[in-house]
């Protein structure tokens, strides 16, 4: 893996540089997909009040989620499934996402610029930035676009799975969620390899 350390933001890039912001969704709750999206901004068409989307308001995210879309250069959201969380774990399937995202960018990037401190494996030159998604523009935007299409397909869920209240809490752990699972069991979207899933399965036994 190439596991890149953080590095500050005056150190970034030329202006002339096409660059990629990369961020995730999702890497906490017991069931979903993790998303990653990956954004290519233009210069040109800059977007004010792009910041970390858990700093904004869900209402203030879904204003912006289409003007990043109309308005990058490129963008794309990608996906690591609960399945694949099991199997390779978290932190691997929010690698794989990330790395699905950016290979799906329709403009090839020349430099990427992650958010956390680990970097998928890509054959472009990328750099692990911790809080990125609060100090770069364009990982801002790609946290939005990962946090609004997560939610999203966790209302959808909500549909398909009802009961467990997916379109409140997205999957993460409220206890709401909790006294769900305590009824009704996972269902085929829980991340089995999770505590409290992982707990119970070997209680059980």
């Known amino acids: 893996m190439n596991h890149m350390p953080a590095v500050q933001t005056s150190r ?6 096409l660059i ?28 004010a009040g792009i910041d970390d989307s ?12 289409p003007l990043i879309r109309e308005q990058a250069l490129a963008w794309s959201v990608a996906w690591a499934s609960a399945e694949e969380i099991d199997q390779i774990n978290i ?7 990330m790395r699905r ?3 799906s960018l329709q403009i090839r990037p020349e430099r990427v610029l992650i958010d ?10 990328a750099e692990a930035i911790v809080g990125g998604d609060g ?7 790609a946290s939005i676009l990962a946090k609004v299409a997560r939610d999203r397909f966790m209302v959808e869920l909500d549909a398909e799975c009802p009961g467990y209240g997916f379109a409140k809490h997205k ?6 969620h909790l006294d769900a699972l305590a009824r009704l069991g996972p269902c085929r979207w829980h991340r089995l390899s999770f505590a409290p899933l992982s707990k119970a399965r070997s209680s059980a036994r």
């Open 171 to 176: 999957g993460y752990p409220t206890r709401e």
């Open 20 to 47: 990629a912001g990369v961020d995730e969704a999702g890497r906490g709750p017991l069931a979903g997909p993790v998303c990653a999206a990956a954004v290519i901004l233009d210069p040109a068409r800059p977007i």
């Open 91 to 97: 932190l691997q399937a929010t690698l794989l996402a």
């Open 101 to 103: 995202a950016v290979e």
């Open 135 to 141: 100090s770069v523009p364009a990982i801002g935007a």
């Open 54 to 65: 858990k700093k904004l308001s869900p209402a203030r995210r879904e204003r912006l989620e």
């Open 116 to 125: 956390g401190n680990r970097c998928p494996e890509l054959d472009i030159a």
């Open 12 to 17: 970034f890039f030329a202006e002339h540089t």
